[in-house]
């Protein structure tokens, strides 16, 4: 079946460093939605990406989708201590069920 | 408007017993999904239900079930508790289960 593989599981990074995860989907995506998680709470939604090549910005976050909607990357710039949490990518399968990708752990150094 | 609502919040069981949590969804919402997170584990994809009917079902055993009502509240079931069934059950209401998700603050079941 469909799969949405997300790298790295976890990065450790010292504050004010640039952090990045990606996903890939084995299949073309006709969106791309990311999430974070916080510690000890709830998988909020951050952005849904549509187009081919899109790239998106919220602040010192970056999302980009790939030209062939297989992939998609989130890139942090200047990490803070409010970054820290699970990031999650997910994507439609043929079924109209999001496939979500294992989650990126951003882990603050101290 | 109201936010995602789970009860309870957390749960205390024992091996062989069975349990029911609860989703009230964001008014408006027909899809409600549910999802087992366990500790650095992703988001394991248990059923959605749109509109009273069960339209998507992970891969789980069949003690995991579950329900909608005409008002789009969801009940899940798990019967015959394993102590693997520990986890942190969360529900996330949508207009669709592919569209933007919002989630429930979860069900914490433990399992003794």
């Known amino acids: 079946g469909q799969q949405v593989m997300q790298i790295p599981q976890y990065q450790h990074v010292q504050e004010g460093e640039d952090f990045t995860t990606y996903c890939n989907s084995s299949?073309?995506?006709?969106?791309i939605q990311w999430y974070k998680q916080r510690p000890g709470g709830h998988p909020v939604f951050l952005i849904q990406?549509?187009?081919s090549g899109e790239v998106k910005k919220q602040k010192r976050l970056t999302f980009q989708f790939g030209e062939a909607k297989k992939n998609s990357s989130l890139h942090i710039t200047a990490t803070q201590t409010t970054d820290v949490g699970t990031y999650f990518c997910?994507?439609?399968?043929?079924?109209?069920?999001?496939?979500w990708g294992a989650g990126t752990k951003l882990i603050i150094k101290p | 408007k109201a936010g995602v609502t789970q009860t309870p919040r957390y749960l205390i069981k024992t091996r062989g017993q069975q349990v029911t949590l609860s989703c009230s969804p964001i008014?408006?919402?027909?899809?409600v999904s549910w999802y087992q997170q366990t500790p650095g584990q992703g988001l394991q994809f248990l059923f959605e239900?749109?509109?009273?009917?069960?339209?998507n079902k992970g891969n789980f055993p069949g003690r995991f079930s579950g329900r909608q009502f005409s008002n789009s509240r969801s009940e899940m079931n798990v019967s015959t508790l394993e102590l693997g069934d520990s986890a942190l059950y969360l529900c996330?209401?949508?207009?669709?289960?592919?569209?933007?998700?919002?989630f429930g603050p979860g069900t914490r079941l433990t399992v003794l």
């Open positions: 997910a994507g439609p399968d043929s079924n109209y069920q999001l496939i």
């Open positions: 299949t073309t995506l006709s969106n």
């Open positions: 996330a209401s949508s207009h669709g289960g592919y569209n933007e998700q919002f």
């Open positions: 990406l549509v187009k």
């Open positions: 008014s408006g919402h027909r899809s």
């Open positions: 239900y749109f509109s009273e009917t069960q339209r």
